[in-house]
Every structure is written in structure tokens, then in C-alpha cells.
């Protein structure tokens, strides 16, 4: 049977909540899933991982080496450990840790690379990419022996696949390369989650008009459970920092339910979101183009709508 391997990407002592539909994507090919932790947290993992399709975690150690400090040892330690287990395919998170190891491995298994795939087919050893802002999808046929794959988060949705799971410690040896050592990590704002993890965004565009009018997205995004998200107009009129920004040079996301307030619709945008599952406008204007784009639309004032939308779900408890 073939064997997919998995990096079970980390921060802050969990796993990255993306992680579960990459499994779940190698688990729906239909070989075993090798899950491939640097971390050293095996055991406080293990029933996460084997609810979800996990049947082997491989523990990867090497000596003297921090691999948090070091993504040219994770990608090193996760090809070696893809060449000594037989994976025939190694996915990962394509979030910036997932693309920055991804892509030291491939390199060092000199394998076919690829990354904010959408779509992966694992007997016919094929990814779908989205090109040109979302206009195109491309089919790539990925040749050789074994794949790199970078998944977009939130492409597959995670589903229990109980399954028994045996943890397997693993010492590679790699190179204790000084060429690139992360010495802090300073997350952006700690108060808000990232948008590339989320399954409810609501986003504002320029008629937000001030940083303060985020507020009422941000108490209906509190009811939502939502993360608060904008568009570039937005954010380059310091409306809101760039980590919120959604598009083409902003963040890639794919919750299931996008609410965007005051948005045009402008191609970059939806570069950025365009494979939401349910896309939801406000906007002032009937013939605004984002009305084309969506499932449903709300032709109305933005200051109105929100926070008649916050009331009522209030309301619902
Ligand atoms: C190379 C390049 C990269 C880019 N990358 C990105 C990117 O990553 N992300 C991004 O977002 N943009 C990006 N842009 C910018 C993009 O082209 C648009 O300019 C931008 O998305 C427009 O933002 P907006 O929809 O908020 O504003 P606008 O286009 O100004 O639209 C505002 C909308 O709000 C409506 N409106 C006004 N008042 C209200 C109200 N009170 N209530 C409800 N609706 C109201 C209006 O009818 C209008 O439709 C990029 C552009 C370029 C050239």
C-alpha cells in the first residue's frame, strides 16, 4: 500500500487546526498516512492525529538541533524522513512555515514541488493550482518518484477517520546549518487569529471609512466566531494593518462562509477568496460587480446591515 506523509506543522505547542484536512486529504487517497512531527510532542498529539487518519507518527529527532530555530534542518529532517519510510507523497500547510519547509525538502529530495494546491489526486499523481488571480485552474502532472505538495488551508475539510495509531521515534541526521536561524517570532497581533486558519471571515473595504468602524465587524465577528479580514483599499488607507489583508498581494483564504462589507469585488480580491464555500455581499450599490461573484447579496448600507446582522444573532443567543 502507498504512503502518504504528512508534516504535522506546530505553533505554540498545538497543532495548526489546517493540518486535520491535509490528513484528511491523504487519508481520502487511500494509502496509510505517515505524520511527520519535529516538536518532540508525540504523546500529547497521538489522539488528535489518529482520529483523523493518522496510523504512523514519526517522532523526527537529530543531534544538536533545535529544528524551531532552523527551517533548513526541518526540511532536511522531513526528506530524510520521507526517504526512509517510503512516502511516495509529502504534503504539508501552504502557510509560510508549510511553504518555507516544503520547499527545503523537495529540494533536498530533488522532487517535483508545489504549492497552494487546491486539489490533490494521488492515483493519478496530479495537483490543481489557481493562476492568474483565480481566473485559471491549472491540472500539473507531477513526474518521478515521490511529490512535495503545499495544500491551500481550508481546501479539505477535516473528517474523523478513527484509526490505530503507533508512534515511532526517528533520528535523521542533518547538516546544523547557521545559514538562516529564526531568533524570535513576533506574531502581528496576538489578539486576532489568523485569517488563513478561519471558517467565518467578515471584511471591510474602503467605505469603512476608520480604523474605529472595524468595531462593528469586530462584535459581529465575536458572534460569528469569525476573524475580521479587509481589503487593500482598507488597509492602504490605514484602515487596517496588513496582516487583515485578503487578495492577491494579501492573504489567501478559504473559509466557509465570507461576508465582505463595502467591497467592489475587484479581481485582486478575489484572488484572495474566491474558493470561499458561501460568499455573502453588503453593498450600497445594485450593480456593485462583487453582486456577480456571490451567493447572496444585501443591497444596503453597511453601518445599517452589520450591526442589525450583530442584534439579531444577539438576539439568538
Ligand atoms: C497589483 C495589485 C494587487 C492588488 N492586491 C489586492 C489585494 O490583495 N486585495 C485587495 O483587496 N485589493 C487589491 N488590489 C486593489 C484592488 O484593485 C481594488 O482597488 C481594491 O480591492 C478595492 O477595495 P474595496 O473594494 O474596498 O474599495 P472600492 O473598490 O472603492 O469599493 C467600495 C465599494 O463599497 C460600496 N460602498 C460604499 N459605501 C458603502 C456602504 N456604506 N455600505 C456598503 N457598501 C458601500 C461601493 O458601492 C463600492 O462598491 C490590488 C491592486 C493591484 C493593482
Redesign the pocket.
Known amino acids: 500500500m502507498s504512503k502518504t506523509g504528512v508534516f504535522i506543522e506546530t505553533t505554540d505547542q498545538e497543532i495548526k487546526q489546517s493540518v486535520f484536512g491535509v490528513i484528511s486529504a491523504a487519508a481520502a487517497g487511500g494509502g496509510e498516512v505517515t505524520g511527520f512531527l519535529l516538536d518532540g510532542r508525540a504523546d500529547k498529539y497521538k489522539d488528535q492525529l489518529a482520529a483523523c487518519g493518522v496510523t504512523e507518527l514519526v517522532a523526527l529527532e537529530a543531534k544538536d538541533i533545535d529544528f524551531s530555530k532552523s527551517p533548513q534542518a526541518t526540511g532536511e529532517a522531513l526528506a530524510k524522513g520521507a526517504t526512509d519510510f517510503g512516502i511516495s507523497a509529502l504534503l504539508g500547510v501552504s502557510s509560510p512555515t508549510g511553504n518555507d519547509v516544503l520547499a527545503r525538502a523537495a529540494m533536498a529530495l530533488k522532487a517535483p514541488l508545489a504549492l497552494d494546491c487546491m486539489d490533490v489526486d494521488f492515483t493519478a499523481n496530479t495537483v490543481k493550482k489557481s493562476h492568474f488571480s483565480g481566473k485559471a485552474v491549472a491540472t500539473l502532472e507531477m513526474t518521478g518518484a515521490l511529490f512535495v505538495c503545499g495544500i491551500r488551508p481550508n481546501s479539505f475539510e477535516a473528517v474523523e477517520s478513527p484509526v490505530t495509531i503507533k508512534i515511532t521515534p526517528h533520528t535523521v541526521e542533518v547538516e546544523n546549518s547557521d545559514a538562516i536561524i529564526v531568533t524570535e517570532v513576533q506574531a502581528a497581533d496576538s489578539s486576532r487569529k489568523d485569517l488563513t486558519e478561519a471558517t467565518v471571515i467578515i471584511s471591510g ?3 469603512m471609512a476608520s480604523s474605529d468602524n472595524f468595531k462593528i465587524l469586530d462584535e459581529c465577528a465575536r458572534k460569528l466566531d469569525a476573524v475580521v479580514g479587509a ?4 488597509v492602504d488607507a490605514g484602515y487596517a494593518p496588513h496582516s487583515m ?6 492573504k489567501i483564504v478559504s473559509p466557509k462562509l465570507y461576508i465582505g ?4 469585488g ?1 479581481v ?2 478575489f484572488a ?1 477568496m474566491k474558493t470561499s464555500k458561501v460568499i455573502v455581499a ?4 445594485k450593480d ?1 460587480p ?1 453582486f456577480t461573484k456571490s451567493d447572496y447579496g444585501i443591497i ?4 445599517e446591515v452589520v450591526p442589525a446582522l450583530t442584534k439579531e444573532l444577539e438576539k439568538q443567543g
Open positions: 473595504g474602503r467605505p481589503s487593500r483599499a482598507a489583508q485578503v487578495g492577491q498581494t494579501g462589507c463595502g467591497l467592489s475587484s485582486q480580491h484572495g453588503i453593498n450600497t450599490d456593485a462583487i444596503g448600507d453597511l453601518f
